[in-house]
């Protein structure tokens, strides 16, 4: 019996009647085109099965939709290389990692970006929600494809009609969030727009408006941030005590420059042999209504103390324009502060306001003369730990290589307490020459004697330099030698350190690694 010549049904349920019929073996062949693709059963009925099956799919998707709803999307560029196979292997590690990955996950979008390379197309919907969390990372790598993603999947015009019309609605935090936008894209207008009826919102509203303020603060902002020290919100004022500081030419930089300068002076008086000695004049000051206007006034604790009168002066100079003390040098003023019977509020209330304004030249002078203090180089001032402490936040003022400069030169002289209170601050990353240095220095210290591995211990600084330190295959060689002699008998909690820190240098710059051109034989080149 010769086979019936096949039959060119279309589909649809057509090959239903034709299996009953005939015989899933003779049914009509499925018609050409892209479902037909997806048929690859080798037996007569599955095949069969398969077909309807798609074909029920395929009906069911268009269910319920008008003509004009079923529109192409739009075609998927991509932007830039794809980042290599060896990078994007990690960078799946990564995203399965959890919350414990999210540093290296930023890193490795920072590196990619950096090598202008995007992320591949097979890990962007498990990028996707991190862009919550790293928004900026995820946008330079996988941006504009997460954008056409979500457009494919009808989620833009949602998110585009999603948060309030404008700063007037929605929640508090809405609202601040869209005054803030509204801010930074035009300043005056914004403040224009927020005066009128500032007074009838809520004060918690009133109070995180008044904070929004300060996204491109000026001088315009002066007057209506003087009539918020009237406000009747506690909050709104200290929001306004906060911002007006930072105004050097405003009416309230004036009182404080006006009240520092009646808190202290600057004697000169004449010595026999010639030359002058200068000595720092202290009137302290009274409180008073105005001074509580301006957000000086002691608290509890200090009451109590009885040191009111020291607690609004370290208030008024923490407020006061540094150009109420040009008059002098600003490394006298310091150096005349240290001396001083009330050196703590004096000391800390300048150093308020170079924190503040960072000023390049008391930056500086801090910096000098702090470190000429701790070295017992001024007369009459004692080695402490609070002025270390002090002395460190002052370096960490200076640009991040002026910082390196000054740190490299402790290290050379193997202050270990010094080297380590200065690494618990300073700029997020290290250069190469300083991170060898460093590392370095972290060997001879991790074979010295109890107690100075003991030191290095304190603090959990060692770990913390993993962040820090420049990754390449030198440093993390170095730090897996440095492991290697540590004996975890001898201190755990300093063999646990440096356990983190091979491991974590190891792995960043691993990750540079999968990053770098692939050679003929299947290496990486090494830079």
């Not at 936008?181 to 995180?208: G, M, N, Q, S, V």
């Not at 975890?488 to 974590?504: D, S, V």
Request: aromatic share 6%.
């Amino acid at each position: 019996m010769t086979e019936a010549a096949p039959l060119t049904a279309g589909d649809g349920w057509e090959p239903v009647l034709a299996a009953a019929l005939l015989g899933a073996e003779r049914a009509p062949p499925a018609a050409p085109g892209p479902l037909a693709d997806f048929i690859a059963e080798a037996d007569a009925g599955g095949a069969l099965l398969a077909r309807l099956a798609a074909h029920g799919a395929l009906h069911r998707a268009g269910a319920g939709l008008r003509p004009e709803a079923l529109v192409t999307t739009e075609p998927r560029e991509a932007f830039g290389p794809e980042c290599p196979f060896a990078a994007a292997t990690r960078l799946y590690g990564f995203l399965v990692g959890g919350h414990a990955a999210r540093r290296r996950l930023e890193e490795w979008c920072a590196l990619a970006a950096a090598a202008g390379m995007r992320a591949p197309v097979w890990l962007l919907q498990a990028l996707a929600p991190h862009r919550d969390t790293l928004p900026e990372a995820v946008d330079r790598v996988a941006g504009p494809e997460l954008a056409w993603l979500a457009r494919a999947c009808g989620e833009g015009a949602a998110e585009a009609t999603e948060g309030p019309a404008d700063w007037t609605e929605g929640t508090l935090g809405e609202r601040r969030a869209a005054f803030a936008a509204f801010r930074a894209h035009d300043p005056e207008a914004a403040r224009a727009a927020l005066e009128p009826d500032f007074r009838k919102e809520k004060a918690d509203l009133r109070e995180a408006l008044v904070e929004a303020l300060e996204t491109r603060l000026s001088q315009a902002d002066e007057l209506f941030l003087e009539a918020c020290l009237d406000d009747r919100g506690g909050g709104v004022r200290l929001a306004a005590q906060r911002l007006l500081p930072r105004l050097a030419g405003s009416r309230y930089a004036a009182r404080m420059a006006e009240r520092a300068r009646a808190a202290l002076r600057i004697e000169g008086k004449r010595r026999l042999l010639g030359g002058t000695t200068d000595t720092l004049v202290v009137t302290l000051p009274e409180e008073s209504s105005d001074l509580a206007r301006d957000g000086v006034a002691a608290n509890t604790w200090e009451s109590r103390g009885g040191g009111t009168r020291a607690a609004l002066l370290r208030g008024i100079l923490a407020r006061a324009p540094l150009h109420a003390f040009a008059e002098h040098p600003p490394r006298l003023w310091i150096e005349l502060a240290l001396r001083s019977e009330w050196s703590e509020p004096i000391v800390d209330g300048l150093f308020s306001t170079i924190q503040r304004t960072r000023d390049p030249a008391w930056t500086h002078a801090a910096a000098d003369v702090l470190a000429e203090a701790y070295a017992e180089k001024i007369k009459g001032v004692r080695r402490t730990n609070p002025l270390l402490g002090l002395w460190a936040q002052a370096l960490d003022l200076l640009p991040g290589a002026e910082w390196e400069a000054r740190v490299a030169d402790q290290i050379r002289d193997r202050r270990i307490e010094t080297v380590l209170a200065l690494l618990a601050r300073g700029p997020e990353h290290f250069s190469a020459p300083f991170s060898a240095a460093l590392l370095d220095w972290l060997a001879l210290v991790s074979r010295g004697s109890d107690s100075l591995r003991k030191d290095l211990a304190k603090g959990w600084i060692v770990e913390r330099l993993a962040e820090r330190l420049a990754p390449s295959d030198a440093a993390a060689s170095a730090a897996a030698a440095i492991l290697a002699r540590s004996d975890e008998a001898e201190g755990e909690r300093l063999h646990n350190q440096l356990t983190t820190l091979a491991e974590t240098l190891a792995l960043r710059a691993a990750m540079r690694r999968d990053f770098q051109p692939v050679t003929t034989t299947g290496e990486s080149t090494r830079g």
